[in-house]
């Protein structure tokens, strides 16, 4: 494995896996084998041609890519089409699943941390602020624009520290009022319940009649990504990163011919955008709220229960106690 390389995790973010685990499901439903797919450490070992060497502190770019094909040259590991194989490549799935303390992958997946930032605060570039941070680089949305933020869990909360920094005007949307407490106390300039009300009509009222210029899904619900497509204003664009299953009606007349409206689709963020990436993680003000616990791993169980309960934004996990 002489491309490979091998980190001495300092913290691992938990995304999503306690809904596999609560499913019985001994993988986290991510495409790597194990629980977790975000981390921060120092690497401790490294092949021959690895880019990284030992003692150098980094951050994982959450893939498993080839490195090699079109798709990945262009930054995109998300979409290679060719992800390797874990266990065929090592004859093991150790240090696949990024909650643990050593965690291996292709070196290039390993991103250099600067010496002024933190690795918590550099593990925040998985899918704290990756996803929604590769949608607004996307959607190219800016500081006179009004950004609709469906789904304020870690991700969207994610998308609210991302769209402050660029200076956009948030209008965020979850049911939960400790969600909506905390996207407020980032700088969103309202928080819409969509089970009061009519939540297309609130988007306009606060926006001039128009609709918001661009919004970002982040809860994976259908009722959410309808709202996006209904509450963005014509020839606006709205970028679906909550992950969903379910099929979405479309009306090419009433959603697309007569809005010009631009949908993408974005999973995480480009490898080329992590010098800007890494500007959000040392200038915001921000990052000490979408960390609302750490837990040892010793508390991993306490830590998806927390998650399952509600009310927490980035979750992270010391490996080591
Ligand atoms: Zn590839
Ligand atoms: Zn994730």
Redesign the pocket.
């Known amino acids: 494995m002489d491309d490979w390389a091998v980190i001495r995790v300092a913290v691992a973010p938990l995304c999503t896996e306690y809904k596999a685990f609560y499913a019985g499901d001994t993988g986290d439903g991510s495409p790597t084998p194990g629980i977790g797919h975000e981390s921060a450490g120092e690497v401790v070992d490294a092949g021959p041609h690895s880019i990284v060497k030992p003692g150098d502190r980094v951050v994982m770019m959450v893939s498993m ?5 079109a ?2 040259e262009s930054g995109h590991y998300m979409h ?1 089409e ?1 992800w390797r194989d874990y266990e065929a490549a090592l004859g093991t799935t150790a240090g696949a699943g990024t909650v643990s303390q050593y965690v291996a992958r292709p070196s290039f997946l390993f991103m250099p941390v600067p010496e002024d930032v933190s690795l918590e605060m550099a593990s925040l570039a998985g899918c704290g602020l990756g996803p929604s941070f590769g949608a607004l680089q996307k959607l190219n949305a800016g500081a006179f624009d009004t950004v609709l933020i469906t789904g304020l869990g870690p991700v969207g909360l994610g998308g609210v520290v991302n769209a402050r920094f660029r200076g956009t005007r948030v209008i965020g949307v979850d049911p939960a009022p400790w969600q909506a407490q905390r996207a407020l106390e980032m700088g969103a300039v309202a928080v819409i319940d969509p089970t009061q009300g009519n939540a297309v009509e609130q988007v306009r009222e606060l926006t001039a009649g128009h609709g918001a210029d661009y919004a970002i899904e982040c809860s994976g619900s259908v009722a959410a990504q309808r709202l996006c497509i209904d509450a963005t204003r014509r020839l606006g664009g709205m970028a679906f990163v909550g992950v969903s299953q379910e099929e979405i009606g479309l009306s090419v007349s009433r959603d697309l011919l007569r809005t010009g409206l631009t949908l993408v689709g974005n999973w995480h963020f480009n490898r080329q955008d992590y010098g800007r990436l890494l500007q959000v993680i040392r200038r915001s003000d921000l990052l000490d709220l979408l960390v609302s616990h750490r837990f040892p791993m010793s508390r991993l169980e306490e830590a998806f229960a927390r998650q399952r309960a509600g009310e927490t934004a980035k979750v992270l996990i010391d490996p080591w106690n």
Not at 65 to 69: H, N, S, W
């Open positions: 890519a080839c490195g090699r094909c798709i990945c290679c060719d």
